[in-house]
């Protein structure tokens, strides 16, 4: 399916396009983000190569990537979401916000748009995420999108020469459409 632009609550995923590396770098360039996942753009250059391989798989047919730009109106480009596929019916996701973005919302808010597209339009069964064990943020974002923890992969990621084990979680079809009929979690935006 291309091209894609999925609304939340507060925030809009759209498709990568020319211009956006900066923004984009702003993003997965940043140390206080890059720390978290054990990959990034090394610089701007970097993230203009990245971003053309986005756009030449996003056109592919079958699709097997949504990797999308999440802005917010008062704030433009504020992060970054990617959901793959791979597997029967079934997908992962990740997300990053800019630091200078951060605690307003905006990856619950994407997390849950973009799990959501996953479920319905893409009709996936099953969708997993993982965060390193002392990521209480990004952990909050998966208890949010009501993902139940499957255990621990070890040596996950290598990060500045050191292994990081990752905790891995995922959320079922018919899970997921269980929470939508419940209201959400304080703090949390409904399901999209
Ligand atoms: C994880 C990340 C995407 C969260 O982005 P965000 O837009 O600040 O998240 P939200 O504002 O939607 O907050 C999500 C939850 O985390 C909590 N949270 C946010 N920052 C926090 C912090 N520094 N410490 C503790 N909790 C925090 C929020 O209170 C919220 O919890 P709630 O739903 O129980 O209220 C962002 O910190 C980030 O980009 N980190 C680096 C990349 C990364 O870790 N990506 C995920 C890899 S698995």
Redesign the pocket.
Known sequence: MYPVTLTGRRITLREFRDGDAPAAHA?LGDP??TR??GFGYADLADAERALRDTMDRARRDPRTEYHLVVTAPSDGVV?LVRLWLGGERAGGI????R?D?????????AARTLAGFAFGALGLHRVH????PD????L??L??LGMTYEGRIRDDALVDGEWRDSLLHSVLAPEWRAGLSRPP????VPPG
């Not at 990740?94 to 916000?97: D, I, Q």
Request: proline fraction near 3%.
């Open positions: 993003v206080l983000v978290w996942l992060g990740g997300y990053a916000v630091p973005r951060w605690g307003r919302g905006y990856a619950t808010d995420a993982s965060a390193f990521n209480v943020a990004s909050a974002v208890a949010g979690r304080s703090g949390a």
